[in-house]
């Protein structure tokens, strides 16, 4: 059982940025796909970036493509969404996930109920 721990939230001003860590316990980090999720008051969890096992394919929903990067570091077990060109509707609890699949194969938007293992969240908020 994979545990998932995310930090890195916080307040910011719009246009500015952060950097969000998703630490995991337990082993074979490296052979499964990881995701970053979103969910803002009142809305649906939505998918925001996803990465492949070695980091050799990502794939970023819309609103965020050209200002988040996923990236992952096996050796620590952790995955990162730097943020930049932060958006007050980038407000959100911010959630990693690991894809139930062995390596993870990414041609486009994943379907969320392909992750199995979630962590508690970590709160953004983007000030005017």
């Known amino acids: 059982q994979v545990q998932l721990v995310e930090s890195g939230g916080g307040l910011v001003q719009a246009g500015g940025s952060l950097r969000l860590s998703c630490a995991a316990s337990g082993r074979a980090f490296s052979s499964f796909g990881m995701g970053w999720f979103r969910q803002a008051p009142g809305k649906e969890r939505e998918f925001v970036a996803v990465?492949?096992?070695?980091?050799?394919?990502?794939y970023y929903a819309d609103s965020v493509k050209g200002r988040f990067i996923i990236s992952r570091d096996n050796a620590k077990n952790t995955v990162y969404l730097q943020m930049s060109s932060l958006k007050i509707e980038d407000t959100a609890e911010y959630y990693c996930?690991?894809?139930?699949?062995?390596?993870?194969?990414?041609?486009?938007?994943?379907?969320?109920?392909?992750?199995?293992?979630w962590g508690q969240g970590t709160q953004v908020t983007v000030s005017s």
């Open positions: 990465i492949n096992w070695n980091g050799g394919t990502t």
């Open positions: 996930a690991r894809d139930r699949r062995l390596w993870g194969s990414y041609s486009g938007r994943p379907d969320i109920a392909d992750f199995g293992s």
